[in-house]
Structure formats: structure tokens, C-alpha cells
């Protein structure tokens, strides 16, 4: 099969489109030939090996894992002897863990779900990863009717799901973007939207009840300040200093949450089949939309993930394959 592959860290002129062996399902697993892949932040980290203490878990000196790629959409081609939930020819998406920047990858059936009935592979692509962060954030900060939330980072592929599934559990929504994306954090339902480059939501003190950061911008304290005394800041950021990354922000406030009002709550999204079939219902309800800005053949993959890391992303990018 065709596959993405890189063999060193580095930027994206390091992917190269190569003939790789296909894989086997195991007893547990879905055999999906992917008809779609979203870029994630999380592509971009591995590709670079950065921060540098996520080689720890994905190689020392090379990746171990040739292909990168977890937001995949597409068909069933076979099941394991085990899998009783898909068969042949089912329309699925999933979160994988071995690569989906190809034509075939094998994900276990518990994190496999239906595609929503209502949209197509290339929109079902940009949902696992950016829409199960998204849900697993707010729970943290329990959201609901009459709360008023903060998402810092509005405009990117987890910050549009957390401005919808906000808005679609009634809370009032504050964005944070540039000026030029305003238009589009608006139209996903935000009440408000803060252009960062002309003011700091940090000047305010007390108005959130949570704040949902993806960016990592402001320093710690600043953001707590605009939380009300017993909001929730609930920390998703891949940024952070060359060797540990968010890490020591996220040290930071484990330290601190004992011992203040507010509750400071990292994130460590997982991968869950029940969460991507509660997204299918409310994608397919009209509650949540996926957004996709562009989409790029697979042997682009190069030239996706450059733009990615532009910024100048509304929503998701997507691979066809």
C-alpha cells in the first residue's frame, strides 16, 4: 500500500510517499481503508520530535513509527475474528494509533465508531482527535446551561468543536483568535470573540466560570485571573519549552490546585470509541458541524502539514487518500 513515511525528525520535507507492506488485522481489530486523514497539532510534534521528551515514548534517535496520522475516516475492509460491532463495508472513523497517512491501517474495534450519517469521510476525518479533546475539556469543567466559557485558541480544530459542543450544552461562549478569524468563530456559534492581538482576556478579572486554553500564551497566573473564584482553567497545549514542552505549565498547576479555590485541570485526551459515537449523535442532531478549511491529496502530506503550521488554519486540514 501507499503510505506517508519518515525515517529522521524534521520538517516536513522529511515525509515522503513511499510502497510499505499492508497491515493484518488482529482478532480485535478493523481493517479500514482510509479514504480520508485529518492533520492534527500532534502530527506536526512527532514529525519534529518536539518537545524534545516525546521521543522518550516514540524513539530516541529515529521515529519508530514510520507513518503519522490518528484522525482517519473510510470503509471496512476486514475484521478480526473477534469484532462483532463492524463488518465488510461499513462507512466508520476512528482514532488510530499506527499511522494513517496511508491506504490501510488496522485500529482495535473499542476505539472504532460510525460515520455520521450527514457528512462525508473528508468532514468525519477532522472529528476523533480534535472532538473527543474537545469533550473530555469540558467535562473537566462540568459546562452547562447559564455558565459562561472562555476557548482560547477558537479558530483551530479543537477550539471549534469546544465553541460548538459549549454552545450545544448552553453555555454563553467567549473565543479568543486573530481578527481575521472572527468572522469564522462567530459563524460556529461563539457569543463573543476576542481578537488576542489588540486585547489580553487576562485584563478581566473574575468572568469566566471556565477557560478553556489551547494556546498557552498568557502565564498561569494571568489567566486565573480571569476566572471566577471557583472556575475551572482546563489546560490542552502542545507548547511549551524545546525539551519538556507543556510540561513544566502543567507541573506548575498540579502544584498548585490544592491549594487555590479555582480548579486547574490538564488534559490528557484518550482515545474512546463511546466518546466519537456520542459526537456522531450530535453531528448527526445538527448540534456540532465539523469544519474543514482545505483538503490535499496524500502525497501533499508535505505541503498540509506547512500549512498547518502557518496558522492561518480555519477549522481542520484534510488528506485524501
Known sequence: MRAVVQHVYGGPDVLDLAEVDAPAPAADEVLIRVRAVAVSAGDALIMRGEPRAVRLAFGLRHPKQPTIGRDVAGVVEAVGPTVTKFGVGDQVYAESDQGGYAELVAVAEEFVARRP?????????????????????WRLADVGPGRHVLVNGASGGVGGFAVQLAKAAGAEVTGVCRGAKSEHVRAIGADHVIDHTREDFTDTTGRYDAIFDLVADRPLGRVRRALTPRGTLV???????????PFGRIIRASLMNP????????????????????????????????????????????????DFESGAVRGKLVLTV
Request: hydrophobic letters at 45%.
Open 259 to 306: 491549594f487555590v479555590s479555582q480548579r486547574l485541570r490538564p488534559l490528557a485526551a484518550r482515545r474512546s470509541g463511546d466518546d466519537l459515537a456520542e459526537l456522531t449523535r450530535l453531528i448527526e442532531a445538527g448540534e456540532v458541524n465539523p469544519v474543514v478549511d482545505r483538503t490535499y491529496p496524500l502525497a501533499q502530506a508535505a505541503h498540509a502539514i506547512a
Open 117 to 137: 450519517a450527514n457528512v462525508d469521510a473528508i468532514h468525519a476525518a477532522a472529528v476523533p482527535v480534535s472532538g473527543t479533546t474537545a469533550l473530555q475539556g
Open 235 to 245: 489546560l490542552s497545549s502542545g507548547r511549551g519549552g524545546a525539551v519538556f514542552g
